[in-house]
């Protein structure tokens, strides 16, 4: 059973920095694209970042892509997401994702991932 587990959310000032992980475990993880996710209140969850299975390829949603980097550690079975800058638009539970096939690129679309985790609050104040 895969398990993705994200942390390092949480209350940051306008400007500020977080550094989100998401550990995956049940698997190893080595073979597949991951991506990160965001959901506001009363939106829908939208794309964030994705990284390819080998590190190789990203993509970042254009609000994000100036002050964001996507990373992985394949030793570690664990996907980051550093964000700079934030802003108060940045609010949002924050998700991460799995696709299950192997050898798989950065994905955009949601419905390219299998897998979902739990979501970690973030809150950027004004």
């Known amino acids: 059973q895969v398990q993705l587990v994200e942390s390092g959310g949480g209350l940051v000032q306008a400007g500020g920095s977080l550094r989100l992980s998401c550990a995956a475990s049940?698997?190893?993880?080595?073979?597949?694209?991951m991506g990160w996710f965001r959901q506001a209140p009363g939106k829908e969850r939208e794309f964030v970042a994705a990284i390819s299975w080998s590190g190789g390829a990203t993509h970042y949603a254009d609000a994000v892509k100036d002050r964001t980097n996507i990373s992985r550690d394949n030793a570690k079975n664990t996907v980051y997401l550093q964000m700079n800058s934030l802003k108060p638009e940045d609010t949002a539970v924050y998700y991460c994702?799995?696709?299950?096939?192997?050898?798989?690129?950065?994905?955009?679309?949601?419905?390219?991932?299998?897998?979902w985790g739990q979501g970690t609050q973030v809150t950027v104040s004004s």
């Open positions: 994702a799995l696709r299950r096939r192997y050898w798989s690129d950065a994905a955009r679309d949601r419905n390219e991932y299998d897998y």
């Open positions: 049940g698997r190893s993880f080595s073979y597949n694209g």
